[in-house]
DNA sequence: GTCCTTGCAAAAGGTTTGCACCAGG
DNA sequence: CCTGGTGCAAACCTTTTGCAAGGAC
């Protein structure tokens, strides 16, 4: 975690911007929560419990900042909201997820399950392929079994009804 | 196109739902312009031309009812609007969209791409796929040739800056 | 009359922006 | 100093909602 942080100020020093104190704050709780999938409003709630001066538009303007960088990717489930996505170490591109439309929660697939689906876009519909978003809706695990469950304990904050 | 009209009106019906002459106008303004991914306000737009005196929120209800109905899908690609994208006849799930990061249009992949990357994801990760959604970000053809292009004529209404 | 649907205006989010201020080179 | 970064509040935009009125059966 430590080493990832060093490699996120690098990225930032390399295009001249600075690892300020809120926006080491804001990577942390990114790191912290790598799988949650947070909105710029839940990123926001957390980054105030280790630096509560902070302002939301800071969040927002160090959210999209590290968007640029491709540091994260701004993802979005239809949900109304943008959420907040880490890349892996290294990745080139976004990870897929499983929306579960019974309980709402997200789940990640970091396989790269698109290579020769990327491959027959490029050579039969001539484009150049930089980055892609797939998500998959539909019914979880749990929710399989538990067949009437919606009292899941949702990674999504809230399902809009 | 007609039949298009009357097989709606039929999906409405089935769910006790009216076909008003604003939601006619609505799907009119959808069919006609199938390829273009309007957002709610373009759509509003569209429709006052046949139907001056409807209103915004008509609109958004409309297209909330079909979007339920799994006549369009809603999608997002990020810019901050919704728009709605008519299914295909007898299509069970969303298509696949090509967005240019140059240019901002946005052109269909029709083809199922996804058969056994789905078949996939359902076994291995045990999740019942009930629809899915794949975008590729990249450089369209006329971009990757006009190699400083963005004076397209975007499909895509305005690339936020 | 009853229920569905609509238009208008207001409200409700989420996100962005203007501006004064602060801190580090 | 000068610049980049911040906090606050206001502004902005899209989308939703409350409500009275209109229409079909």
Not at 1 to 25: C, F, G, V
Not at 139 to 149: F, G, K, P, S, Y
Request: hydrophobic share 35%; net charge negative; glycine share 4%.
């Amino acid at each position: 975690m430590k080493e990832r942080m060093d490699q996120i100020k690098k990225e930032l020093h390399a295009q001249s911007y600075k690892l300020t104190p809120q926006r080491e704050a804001t990577v942390e709780v990114l790191l912290e929560n790598e799988e949650d999938h947070l909105s710029a409003e839940d990123v926001y709630l957390l980054v105030k419990e280790k630096a509560p001066e902070i302002g939301l538009a800071t969040v927002y303007r160090t959210l999209e900042l590290l968007n640029e960088l491709e540091i994260v990717d701004k993802i979005n489930f239809g949900d109304g909201v943008s959420r907040y996505d880490l890349r892996k170490e290294g990745a080139d591109h976004s990870h897929h997820h499983l929306v579960c439309i019974h309980c709402g929660s997200v789940s990640e697939i970091e396989e790269d399950l698109l290579g020769d689906v990327e491959k027959k876009v490029e050579r039969d519909w001539a484009f150049k392929i930089k980055d892609h978003r797939l998500t998959f809706h539909g019914v979880c695990v749990n929710c399989q079994t538990e067949h009437e469950a919606s009292d899941e304990a949702p990674t999504l904050k809230a399902a809009h009804p």
